[in-house]
């Protein structure tokens, strides 16, 4: 089976980066979509859903290096479940994640600055040219 999901929104916040015990780099991030529409009475209506995204390896420090709260992106990646237990009450928690293979970064400029590339991040797996 195979699965593919694409979500384009807005970083509510810079990015967190932090390194696993053997040293590989892990970004995490949320995203914001917004969906409108209007009722039946006429009015306009919004629903902003939220997205965890981790990216890994070279992927995440790239998001790390050019993300920044406001920036649009585009991502796309698989929905994992990810489980630990509470800390205080030893109750078993889960929340689904946006495990990102690509992250294209969208329009305008980030908080931090820097102008758009426009271009997508380079994949996590992407392999040298043999030429």
């Not at 932090?18 to 991030?29: H, I, L």
């Not at 050019?66 to 585009?74: E, I, S, T």
């Not at 889960?94 to 980030?110: C, D």
Request: aromatic share 8%; hydrophobic share 30%.
């Amino acid at each position: 089976m195979y699965q593919n999901t694409i979500v384009v929104g807005h970083l509510g916040r810079d990015p967190e980066m932090r390194y696993t015990p053997d040293g590989t780099p892990v970004t995490t991030f949320n995203i914001a979509t917004s969906r409108k529409w209007t009722n039946p009475e006429g009015q306009p209506q919004e629903k902003t859903t939220w997205f965890r995204v981790t990216a890994w390896r070279k992927l995440a420090e790239n998001c790390n290096q050019f993300l920044a709260k406001g920036r649009l992106v585009l991502v796309e990646g698989d929905i994992e479940l990810s489980t630990w237990a509470d800390k205080s009450t030893g109750e078993p928690r889960g929340m689904l994640e946006l495990r990102a293979r690509n992250v294209k970064f969208l329009g305008g400029k980030s908080e931090r600055g820097e102008a758009a590339e426009g271009g997508p991040a380079p994949a996590e797996t992407e392999e040298e040219l043999p030429f």
